[in-house]
């Protein structure tokens, strides 16, 4: 089974809909990331969470909310749908620090949306 | 705060031959270097990373890069590509043990053909 998964896989949705990507993770990381991927700039990181209790922006907030329901568990939602948020969206885990791994990151498989 | 940029967006290169994607990155602060691949409809997964020690880091699938600190670069090198080694090839950057960002370049598409 895979260590984090993302759900739905592929989303169709029009503008102005609210709309709720989620992320589940089974390598008790404490740490979980959203970033959006788009053609020719990489990953961009939407928010960040270091516990359940601390929920931070990333770069690319604007237009996004997130969930940390659980340790496990860590969603983010787009409250009213706008077609340039249509991108591959990543989520993805890591240990906190000190545990020797440099912050590397695991990720999902990824959720495609996509805004009519 | 880090940045980093993939000299090529695009890398066509033939079977067996030889590839080498370019990675330059700018920090302040020591950094911890990775190099991620994305395979066609799917998620990224970690090739290498460079923590520390050895300045010449082996990977998975036969990937290795070199960390050059005089020269802020961590280029991917594999001396013989096999088509599945199509893919998107992302560098990244985080800034030290306790920094919690990952920045990553804009990727490098590698197309192999037979």
């Known amino acids: 089974d895979a260590d984090v998964t993302q759900t739905p896989r592929n989303r169709i949705t029009k503008t102005g809909k609210r709309i709720m990507l989620e992320c589940s993770q089974t390598k008790g990381h404490d740490r979980m990331y959203w970033y959006r991927q788009d053609p020719g700039l990489g990953l961009r990181l939407i928010y960040y969470s270091f516990d359940v209790k601390d929920i931070n922006k990333g770069e690319i907030s604007d237009g996004y909310s997130v969930s940390r329901q659980a340790q496990a568990k860590f969603s983010l939602s787009l409250e009213s749908a706008i077609p340039n948020q249509t991108a591959l969206y990543f989520c993805?885990?890591?240990?906190?620090?000190?545990?020797?791994?440099?912050?590397?990151?695991?990720f999902g498989p990824g959720t495609r949306l996509t805004v009519l | 705060a880090q940045s980093v940029t993939q000299l090529d967006s695009q890398v066509p290169v033939f079977e067996e031959a030889p590839v080498e994607l370019r990675c330059n990155y700018s920090?302040?602060?020591?950094?911890?270097l990775f190099w991620y691949v994305q395979y066609p409809n799917q998620g990224l997964q970690l090739l290498l990373k460079y923590l520390s020690g050895s300045t010449l880091v082996k990977g998975i699938n036969g990937f290795e890069a070199e960390f050059n600190k005089s020269q802020t670069s961590f280029h991917l090198r594999k001396p013989s590509v096999h088509i599945s080694d199509t893919a998107e090839y992302f560098c990244a950057v985080s800034g030290g043990s306790n920094d919690y960002k990952l920045s990553f370049g804009a990727g490098t598409t590698v197309t192999v053909r037979a």
């Open positions: 920090s302040s602060v020591s950094v911890y």
């Open positions: 993805a885990t890591s240990d906190s620090p000190g545990r020797g791994r440099g912050n590397e990151q695991f």
